[in-house]
């Protein structure tokens, strides 16, 4: 797990902060010119390409030699992901004016003494301990935000705690009006609406930064370094209510179930239509996380469910319709049973429904509505959908099937 505490560098430690990043940054550029150039390298060549440039440049056999080879390792990661996780792009160029500082070191490379970090070139920085680490951390990783604020994020490993016994279950749908729908409305995620609230003030600085904009190739102003920040502000601001919203809610709802059946959504596309605005202040992603970090870590069981055909389902026939809900649609009727709900509040007991049926998504849920008890139960026991933090497995044909 990761613990992040905030960092209070002196002028001459972020000055040599800095000057670290700029030496971890160049060599990642020279790795993504090596990509481009069709050379790809690979971590191995480039840790030897290191070796030896760091023999003839006194430049970088200044800077610490942990934090350059950890750089070379996550630039292959990263490309190595590019090249199995599709829709995930190469690594590009680091900028020097908008890429913030980032690195990162191993156990050779920084020590925690005497409640301050100490990194290479003998840099001292105090730490605010907000909490204790629960073991010695085994990496760190020490970076800047858009505030100019410093954080080191300690890798360390923590015992599973699982929580007190609970026995409920509950569906979750994920919508933009309503951040989380669930099949108990009392643990709904109402929509926070932090940055719509910031919109008057954020808008006002933007016009500021805009006023105060230099000439391109001129030196930012202090003014415009000053609203530049106010505008980070309130963007941090609105993203840290995001978090701490999503974490209580997340707290309540796996304290109170034993098995979330979460929508697997991905929010991404909502950024290309109209609703982007509303649905980044949402935070739906930051929730989802949220949700599925603390019900591992309490050992609940946490499904993620594929989110085809849930909102076309009926929750209590399990008969599909033949044709989508337009969004301005709220109101789910079925044609069948005649059954009426609310839209998003059907597709989370249909999300419910899938996982209690050990089916892989709500298209599965309409071929064998809720049997009577006991009438599959041996088969369900037989084959359980998944473990904590899996998918739906497929089950094998049912009585019910056929």
């Known amino acids: 797990m990761r613990y992040t505490y905030?960092?209070?560098p002196g002028v001459q430690a972020t000055r040599t902060l800095e000057a670290e990043w700029h030496r971890c940054r160049f060599l990642w550029n020279e790795a993504v010119h090596q990509q481009r150039s069709g050379s790809r390298p690979t971590f191995v060549r480039l840790s030897k390409m290191l070796t030896e440039i760091r023999s003839r440049t006194p430049w970088l056999r200044e800077g610490s030699q942990v934090a350059q080879q950890q750089t070379l390792r996550t630039y292959a990661a990263a490309l190595?992901?590019?090249?199995?996780?599709?829709?995930t792009r190469r690594p590009k160029v680091k900028s020097r004016k908008t890429s913030l500082p980032s690195m990162e070191y191993t156990t050779r490379g920084f020590t925690v003494r005497d409640g301050r970090l100490r990194l290479p070139n003998k840099v001292s920085i105090p730490v605010v301990w907000s909490r204790k680490l629960p073991s010695p951390p085994t990496s760190v990783r020490v970076f800047k935000d858009s505030l100019g604020h410093w954080y080191a994020s300690f890798v360390t490993r923590r015992p599973l705690s699982p929580a007190a016994s609970a026995t409920g279950?509950?569906?979750?749908d994920w919508g933009v009006a309503t951040t989380a729908t669930t099949t108990n409305p009392a643990f709904d995620l109402a929509y926070p609406g932090h940055r719509h609230r910031c919109a008057a003030e954020l808008a006002r600085a933007q016009r500021k930064m805009a006023r105060r904009r230099g000439p391109r190739g001129q030196a930012a102003s202090r003014g415009y370094i000053?609203?530049?920040r106010e505008a980070a502000r309130l963007h941090k601001k609105a993203a840290r209510q995001n978090t701490h919203a999503a974490r209580v809610w997340a707290r309540a709802v796996v304290a109170n179930h034993h098995t979330i059946a979460v929508e697997d959504f991905k929010p991404r596309f909502l950024a290309r239509s109209t609703m982007a605005k509303k649905a980044a202040d949402a935070a739906i992603g930051a929730a989802k996380r949220e949700l599925i970090e603390r019900g591992t870590r309490a050992a609940r069981r946490v499904v993620l469910v594929p989110p085809a055909f849930t909102t076309m389902t009926c929750a209590s026939c399990?008969?599909?319709?033949?044709q989508r809900l337009a969004l301005g649609e709220r109101i789910f009727r079925c044609e069948h049973c005649g059954h009426t709900a609310d839209r998003d509040r059907n597709a989370a007991r249909v999300i419910l429904a899938t996982v209690e049926l050990d089916r892989v998504s709500g298209d599965d849920v309409r071929h064998c509505s809720p049997p009577p008890l006991g009438a599959c139960g041996a088969v369900r026991a037989g084959n359980?959908?998944?473990?904590?933090?899996g998918r739906a497995k497929t089950s094998p044909?049912?009585?019910c099937e056929r």
């Open 6 to 8: 905030r960092l209070r």
């Open 80 to 87: 190595d992901r590019s090249f199995k996780v599709k829709g």
């Open 169 to 172: 279950s509950i569906g979750i």
């Open 226 to 228: 000053v609203a530049r």
């Open 318 to 322: 399990s008969a599909r319709a033949k």
């Open 384 to 389: 359980p959908a998944t473990s904590v933090l």
């Open 397 to 399: 044909s049912t009585e």
